[in-house]
């Protein structure tokens, strides 16, 4: 799976973040031991440390890529659809298309694992500075694909996209309290009023209320 996160790793590196991923997702963070990962991934201990530098680097990244990859998986259609906008009308289309693709059942599972990896990084200052460096990366290439909207005037000229990207990110997570007792939707009420609200900061009320 490609994220921000992964691009520009050495193959033996990112085979070794791949099973710690595995291992945290289906055994929790506890699980992950270094002669595990040397038998999973065929490595000796000093490659895992130095590509890592020890076993907190490793669950560091592998946390990391974890929380990533709750965000990513439907970027691609995203960035098709936002290259067919030619209208403010399509602009708005666009908005319902991806919110309606996070909605989706099959997203449920990518967000109690970002519930999971946010969970990890409380009391841990070097997690938290990887989120916090990585969101940051997120949020800006999120922008930079909404910025061409804004220069036609499709999105109002006054929106701050880097805010909006923030509390799209807020709104999607947000749903994890209506999922968390295993119930994955639909639930319409809530996915109007996320909608409008976004909608409302994108495009001002006029576009907000046509739902």
């Keep these: 799976m490609s994220t921000l996160a992964n691009v520009s790793r050495h193959p033996t590196e990112q085979k070794i973040l791949d099973a710690t991923v595995s291992i945290i997702d289906a055994h929790g963070e506890a699980a992950v031991r270094i002669v595990d990962i040397q038998t999973a991934c065929d490595v000796t201990a000093p490659s895992i440390y130095h590509f890592f530098g020890n076993r907190e680097g490793l669950v560091i990244e592998a946390q990391t890529e974890r929380l990533l990859r709750s965000f990513d998986g439907n970027d691609f259609m995203i ?4 290259e067919r906008v030619s209208s403010l009308e399509e602009a708005r289309e666009a908005l319902h298309f991806f919110l309606c693709s996070f909605w989706m059942a099959e997203r449920t599972p990518a967000r109690a694992r970002r519930l999971s990896a946010m969970g990890a990084a409380v009391g ?3 997690l938290a500075a ?5 969101i940051r990366r997120y949020v800006d290439v999120r922008s930079s694909k909404l910025r061409p909207l804004q220069e036609r005037g499709w999105i109002l000229p006054d929106a701050d996209l ?24 639909p639930f319409p009420a809530w996915e109007i009023a996320a909608e409008r609200a976004i909608a ?8 907000a209320d046509q739902m």
């Design 200 to 207: 409302f900061l994108m495009f001002g009320p006029e576009y």
């Design 162 to 185: 880097h805010a909006i990207n923030y509390f799209l990110i807020g709104v999607i997570f947000g749903r994890v309290h209506l999922e968390i007792g295993g119930d994955s939707g």
């Design 124 to 126: 841990r200052p070097a």
């Design 79 to 82: 960035d098709a659809a936002i």
């Design 130 to 134: 990887r989120f916090d460096e990585e």
